[in-house]
């Protein structure tokens, strides 16, 4: 990657934005009393402020260019995740399930697993999701160190522990406050900044019927830009649903409809979305229960467009590539050290052995696919070279294609010195707020479901709050260790995210079970969650996506079944350990006795619970009126993109 | 809780938007405008950066005025 010379009004915008979130938490920590007020923030804030939070606590820095590289790879089809994979799970949170979390006296998501069940499932669950929380900012805040390493030239470590430092600040002043103030701040940050970016790229390629049409051409011959070996429809990278009631083999994703439905939208989407603390947490932070149902509403309106900043930038470097604008093409995968191989270059470019012997030296020196052109005419320079331009050429060689390097592509190739500066500190601020995000969520879990609960219980409320504090920078230590970690160690990694892949996949039937059937016990939600954490660790070691080899992408003990890709064996999986979950618990709660009584689980589990009055103005403004109205702008929009 | 988020957005990027426009006016014929196709998009984004970030205020400062009573 070529780096990027940012001007003096680039900085001032990225320091204005360093000083603002700074300063919220200077003015938030007069009002941080209780443990309850850092780590909570329960009924404190406004609907609007904890719904625009929700929904960007999940559009991190890893969301918005991995949805951008989904856009290129995918089409429009990855809107999916949006519309079918989040919108109705948000819909259904703030209509069912949100009274049960609010409702209850539970202060995080695993709590509500204590009270319904027992200490055991939340154990389980405060214990994987601690850990998970950790090793997500660590491996968002590697991703960040390592962009600004490769587009700025900033110092890796530097680059770290400047931005892990400003995010201890501002959360350890202002807790969960802090954390959701800069959320809605990066929100329009994010909003503001790449709108622009998205416009002139648009612009360029001469409009969206422009581009459906360059987009056509690329889905009959995708391997032309080196995105897919296989042919398509023309409507491939432009139709929403046509091409995936094609089957696996009509569309890039290689997912059949069933997956889709029910692995995404139902089983994955619900799991994340309803029982995420993470997210949740935001809506519980809020003013009163009806500003807490009305949180994932107001979250799914911005959620539904945003597809239109983050998604359409993938599909248009795609098609400005296709165009070739300017000699625009889609981001090679960057080159990390230069020494070796272009002593590698040069000692070939002077021995003069025939072409093919050469390419084949230069591409095991670089250790990625290379275009053989290039290649060709890059030795022939080589003397005439000086070594910045010769390194530049080797890099240009590189054919794979980087992805993840998409946006930042289109953000290089359109922004000037000022937009250039509102557009990186945007992608900046997601990365910080996701760091705060994941600390926030973290410090609470720890706090309340771990050190209150097993370590220290019955201590005063400023001991508690003491240890908030603490963990709150011991929580920015161990993100910092896992960045390392993940830049030292990135299969590792791999590993600890598929496990909490298997965790996650079964959780939402757990959730659903406790909330509404009554019967559900204790020992069958723990065996139940086990059995469907067991599964999906055996779904992935008995099957594989084609083109993976056996290993840490599945089938190390057997290949029994092979999928037409990862996201389909994912999908898949999920489904798997949702419906083994569901039953195992079922079975196993019909088996054995109930231990809670029905006072107990009064304002825990439906049928035990009175039902909310809607205490809105007006009936227009109830969570399930709207909740009913978003579905159906959801609908309009999957038949618009049909 | 005490801080409207609202005074912050709005300062912010109202500053922001200030900053590009005056910037963008000083480099109106600076090549690097071809990147953008031509258009001084640091005048016009900042322009609406700074009606956003005004706006921002009014509702705030409106909010302020109609929640505490008159001295």
């Known amino acids: 990657m070529q780096s990027v010379a940012l001007g003096g009004v680039d900085y001032f915008v990225l320091a204005l934005y360093v000083a603002f979130v700074i300063g919220i938490g200077w003015v938030l920590k007069a009002y941080m009393k209780t443990s309850s007020d850092f780590l909570t923030a329960r009924g404190s804030i406004p609907a609007w402020v904890t719904g625009l939070a929700f929904m960007s606590a999940n559009l991190g820095a890893l969301e918005l260019v991995g949805m951008a590289a989904s856009g290129a790879k995918y089409g429009i089809a990855t809107a999916h995740f949006y519309w079918v994979g989040a919108i109705p799970a948000m819909v259904f949170l703030a209509v069912f399930m949100m009274p049960f979390y609010y409702g209850s006296k539970a202060r995080s998501v695993p709590e509500y697993l204590k009270l319904r069940f027992d200490e055991r499932t939340r154990a389980l669950n405060s214990i994987t999701f601690a850990a998970m929380t950790v090793f997500a900012s660590g491996i968002s805040m590697n991703a960040l160190a390592k962009l600004l390493n490769q587009l700025l030239g900033w110092n890796y470590h530097m680059a770290l522990w400047v931005c892990s430092v400003v995010v201890l600040v501002y959360v350890l002043r202002g807790g969960l406050t802090s954390a959701i103030y800069t959320e809605v701040l990066q929100f329009f940050m994010i909003v503001l900044g790449f709108a622009p970016v998205v416009w002139l790229a648009l612009k360029d390629v001469g409009g969206w019927d422009r581009m459906n049409e360059t987009l056509a051409t690329v889905a009959t011959a995708p391997s032309k830009l080196g995105i897919n070996e296989r042919t398509f429809a023309p409507d491939a990278w432009s139709s929403a649903w046509k091409p995936l009631l094609g089957g696996p083999s009509a569309n890039p994703m290689g997912v059949d409809v069933f997956a889709m439905v029910f692995g995404l939208g139902f089983v994955l989407s619900f799991g994340y979305w309803c029982t995420n603390f993470l997210v949740v947490q935001r809506a519980m932070a809020a003013r009163n229960m009806s500003a807490a149902r009305r949180t994932p509403l107001i979250a799914a309106v911005p959620k539904m467009l945003i597809p239109a900043l983050v998604i359409l930038p993938g599909m248009l470097a795609v098609s400005l590539a296709s165009l070739g604008q300017d000699g625009y093409r889609l981001p090679p995968k960057p080159i990390k050290s230069y020494s070796g191989i272009v002593s590698v270059v040069k000692a070939t470019a002077a021995e003069s052995v025939d072409p093919q012997a050469a390419f084949a030296r230069v591409s095991a020196a670089v250790g990625m696919k290379l275009d053989e052109a290039k290649v060709a005419s890059l030795l022939h320079d080589v003397p005439t070279l000086a070594d910045d331009a010769l390194e530049y050429r080797i890099q240009d060689s590189v054919s794979e294609i980087d992805y993840d390097g998409v946006i930042l592509s289109l953000v290089k190739k359109y922004c000037p010195s000022g937009l250039l500066g509102l557009a990186l500190t945007a992608l900046l601020a997601s990365f910080m707020s996701g760091m705060a995000g994941n600390v926030t969520a973290f410090n609470t879990v720890w706090t309340y479901d771990l050190y209150q609960a097993y370590i220290a219980p019955k201590k005063r409320d400023e001991h508690y709050l003491w240890m908030a504090r603490a963990v709150t920078v011991v929580g920015i230590l161990l993100s910092i260790a896992c960045a390392y970690f993940a830049s030292n160690y990135s299969n590792a990694m791999d590993v600890v995210q598929l496990v909490f892949g298997f965790v996650n996949a079964p959780l939402f039937a757990t959730f659903v079970l406790g909330m509404f059937w009554a019967r559900a016990t204790a020992h069958g939600a723990f065996f139940g969650l086990l059995g469907g954490t067991a599964t999906s660790a055996l779904f992935h070691a008995f099957t594989l996506a084609a083109g993976n080899a056996p290993g840490i992408k599945g089938g190390y003990v057997g290949v029994l079944s092979t999928f037409p890709s990862e996201m389909a064996q994912n999908f898949w999986l999920a489904s798997f350990a949702f419906l083994v979950c569901f039953f195992l618990t079922v079975g196993i709660s019909l088996a054995t006795k109930r231990t809670k009584t029905d006072e107990e689980l009064k304002g825990l589990v439906y049928s035990m619970t009175p039902r909310l009055a809607d205490d809105e103005k007006h009936w227009i403004l109830r969570p399930a009126v709207l909740g009913v109205i978003l579905l159906g702008c959801c609908v309009v929009l999957n038949v618009i993109f049909w | ?71």
């Open chain 2, 1 to 71: 809780m005490g801080l409207d988020i609202r005074y912050p957005i709005g300062l912010m990027f109202g500053t922001i938007g200030l900053v590009m426009v005056v910037y963008g006016f000083f480099t109106g014929s600076d090549p690097m405008y071809q990147r953008s196709l031509g258009i001084n998009v640091n005048v016009w984004w900042g322009a609406v950066l700074f009606v956003f970030g005004g706006l921002m205020l009014f509702f705030a400062r409106k909010t302020t005025r109609e929640t505490t009573p008159k001295a």
